[in-house]
């Protein structure tokens, strides 16, 4: 096998290698956040989708789950992902623009905050759908632009693409303005309308939707409501003519300054060249329709987020590491410096974020800079808190914990592990709505647990539900010794009326 690796494989599977260590290395250090806690909390139940996302991710943290327990090696399969990501990333580089610019598309995706901190590693959708998005991308690479001696074989080549594409809608709905950017690029060219009239795309279409088809049959069971909640987030507020570039200088952020600005001058060469050059005109359509869209958005006030262009972003790296490499090749200096400083300046920066994670030192020696809390809060595992109950002897048989928020429930959940069911009172309860019913524990104790302000906002729309409820002595989490987050805890005596649910989470 080792003889049929080029040099740039084996330069990219180094630079896979240390990206793995480093990224281990990372979960060691560093806790799940919110998102990744309830993630892993609501993994445990298998269903068809969730209310949230795709449920891709939520089935690659429960197989994980199953092997290494629901905490923080839950990240194992996303790191592999990610590393098949770079790899694929470098594979359709290569075959847009060189071996040349594989190598350097590789390096540049990883030098990026977003994708090899949060895509890299997190339990979160945008691992499995970046890896989905970079194979279907690959796949159609093959068709629309084979090398000497190789055939077209759409009808291997269409339905394997629309297989990857469906898993990606199968990961997260991103997966849709990207596939309608690959439409783009078969509309505009004609190497692409030729395909049109070619069964073979149809059938690739009927692969797309038959692996999103847990997606369509939850939501048809559910009244759509996980398409209602993704495509009410991006409702309009009011107009706000700065809101694009609002959002833009997000983006930047979190792709970094030093990879963002390279990008955008390697998009904007793309754009100049237009449908001239057909393999820049592939990674142009094939990002411009979720970056445009999620970059837009805020133009008619909603502010949005800036991750969710990032599927689009991703499909630009070929183009960038096709001029690092032209440059390189050219004898200039500028490439290897730029690398050397981005892979410097992103070391520290993961330096200081990881051990801050264990040891919470940013706080301790800038009291002032943050008075309340530290850049990594959200990391704080929270699984000393069912020891402490267990020694107070609190938790008993037949109770559940009642949480007032679902970000916070994550958390909660994660520590009680198998102790005690965890339910959401709130109007917002999310996947919890779907999970264990209220109705069912009439007459079971619960213990009310929560941060301080979220307990006193919520205590009093709780209170009608329980016969009396009781304060207990505060409990706290924290890295090591350290009370960092006091936590709320009432005994709420006997349940006597299920919470109500929001209308569309009636069962």
């Not at 590491?321 to 520290?348: F, K």
């Not at 309860?429 to 979220?454: N, Q, V």
């Not at 205590?459 to 890295?479: D, K, Q, Y």
Request: glycine share 10%; aromatic share 12%; charged share 15%.
């Amino acid at each position: 096998m080792s003889q049929s690796l080029t040099r740039s494989d084996r330069q990219v599977l180094g630079i896979i290698g240390v990206f793995v260590l480093v990224r281990l290395a990372t979960v060691l250090a560093m806790g799940l956040g919110m998102d990744e806690s309830y993630s892993t909390a609501i993994a445990r139940d298998l269903h068809l989708s969730y209310f949230d996302h795709p449920p891709l991710h939520q089935w690659i943290a429960h197989a994980a789950g199953e092997v290494f327990g629901y905490g923080r090696w839950t990240r194992i399969p996303f790191i592999a992902l990610f590393a098949g990501s770079t790899w694929l990333m470098h594979r359709l580089t290569a075959r847009l623009f060189g071996q040349a610019a594989g190598v350097w598309a590789a390096l540049s995706l990883n030098l990026s905050v977003f994708f090899t901190l949060a895509a890299g590693q997190w339990v979160l959708p945008d691992g499995p759908l970046l890896f989905c998005e970079l194979a279907a991308a690959t796949t159609l690479a093959r068709l629309f632009f084979p090398q000497p001696g190789e055939g077209e074989e759409p009808w291997r080549l269409w339905p394997l693409a629309g297989l990857w594409l469906g898993l990606a809608a199968l990961s997260k709905y991103q997966a849709a303005p990207v596939a309608f950017g690959f439409g783009l690029y078969v509309m505009t060219t004609r190497e692409g309308r030729r395909w049109l009239t070619h069964p073979a795309l149809w059938a690739g279409v009927i692969a797309a939707l038959l692996a999103a088809s847990p997606v369509l049959i939850w939501n048809a069971q559910h009244d759509w409501v996980s398409f209602a909640f993704q495509g009410g987030r991006g409702g309009a507020a009011r107009f706000n003519p700065a809101g694009p570039l609002q959002s833009l200088v997000g983006q930047m952020a979190l792709l970094a300054p030093w990879v963002a600005v390279p990008l955008i001058w390697a998009g904007i060469g793309a754009v100049r060249q237009g449908r001239k050059d057909a393999r820049g005109w592939f990674c142009l359509m094939a990002a411009a329709p979720t970056v445009l869209m999620f970059t837009l958005l805020p133009l008619l006030g909603n502010k949005g987020l800036p991750h969710w262009p990032m599927p689009g972003w991703l499909l630009l790296f070929p183009l960038l590491g096709e001029r690092l490499a032209r440059s390189s090749g050219e004898g200039r200096r500028w490439p290897v410096r730029w690398a050397a400083i981005s892979a410097a300046v992103l070391a520290v920066a993961w330096v200081l974020a990881a051990s801050d994670a264990s040891t919470a030192w940013m706080k301790d020696a800038f009291p002032k800079a943050f008075p309340k809390t530290d850049p990594t809060y959200e990391a704080i595992d929270w699984r000393r808190l069912r020891a402490d109950l267990d020694r107070q002897g609190l938790l008993k048989p037949g109770m559940f914990v009642v949480a007032a928020e679902w970000n916070e429930a994550g958390k909660i959940d994660q520590a009680m592990g198998d102790a005690a069911p965890v339910l959401v009172f709130s109007k917002d309860p999310r996947e919890y709505a779907f999970r264990t019913d209220s109705r069912t524990l009439i007459g079971h104790d619960a213990l009310i647990i929560g941060r301080g302000p979220t307990v006193a906002q919520e205590i009093e729309t709780l209170r009608p539900h329980f016969a009396s409820l009781t304060s207990l002595p505060g409990f706290s989490v924290g890295r090591g010794d350290k009370a960092e987050i006091p936590l709320t805890v009432i005994a709420a005596h006997d349940l006597v009326t299920p919470y109500p649910l929001p209308a569309w989470a009636k069962r």
